[in-house]
């Protein structure tokens, strides 16, 4: 009888320890995502200092929100061009999709630790690092955005904002803003320019 009840409780044990398990590995992190679109511009720089202009690279679409909603008549009705993240390992044109972020609380706001790449001729990458306030301008970030080569940097003399009005904003795990460069320099090129982006992070580490 001894026996049969050790058994019963130890196939017990092994069952419950079984589920728990199983429901450790349902509690996965979501694959991290991006959307970024990213420009050069001439900004407070001459001519001369700065020689490229226009769209640098992108991952993935923001689509247009001024096109409405599929039924205007209906405000939880789907945008006919909405937002379109690129997952990580994902596939974007002819290129696939790298991300790596964290996005972590820390004092009056977050530490950020962003990087995406896309492969193939319309690629790039960019990486962002620094602390962002909540919601508030945020000074002092450093960023890189790369394509064919070719580097504009700005080491701690960027900026993130945030258009609150269009839902961007900050926490854990995700940001979503606007990063500004005024002195992107391209050691290689001999250039100094001002690059802008629009980059939106979700599913991080926080």
């Known amino acids: 009888m001894f026996r ?3 058994l019963l409780v130890s196939l017990s044990v092994a069952l419950v320890t079984s589920i728990l398990v199983i429901g450790c590995k349902d509690d ?3 694959t991290p995502r991006v959307t970024f679109d990213s420009s050069i511009k001439r900004g407070g720089h001459s001519a001369a200092e700065c020689t ?7 991952i993935g679409s923001f689509g247009n929100p001024a096109q409405g909603r599929v039924n205007p008549d209906d405000p939880e009705s789907p ?3 909405p937002v379109r993240p690129v997952d990580d390992g994902g596939q974007d044109g002819q290129g696939t999709v790298s ?3 964290s996005v972590v609380e820390a004092g009056d706001g977050f530490d ?3 990087h995406a790449e896309l492969t193939g001729p319309s690629g790039g990458a960019m990486t962002v690092t620094g602390h962002v306030l909540r919601g508030l301008e945020s000074p002092g970030i450093s960023a890189a955005l790369t394509r064919k080569g070719e580097t504009y940097s700005g080491a701690k003399n960027c900026t ?16 979503w803003g606007l990063l500004d460069c005024p002195d992107a ?5 001999q250039r100094t320019c001002a690059t802008h982006a629009e980059m939106r992070f979700e599913n991080c580490t926080q």
């Open 99 to 101: 991300v790596s972020c």
């Open 185 to 189: 320099e391209a050691p290689s090129q």
């Open 28 to 30: 996965t992190q979501a």
């Open 160 to 175: 993130i904002t945030f258009n609150t009005a269009a839902g961007q904003a900050v926490a854990g795990g995700r940001v």
């Open 4 to 6: 049969r009840q050790h």
């Open 79 to 81: 945008l006919k061009d």
């Open 112 to 114: 950020l630790a962003l």
């Open 52 to 58: 490229q202009m226009g769209t640098w690279f992108m």
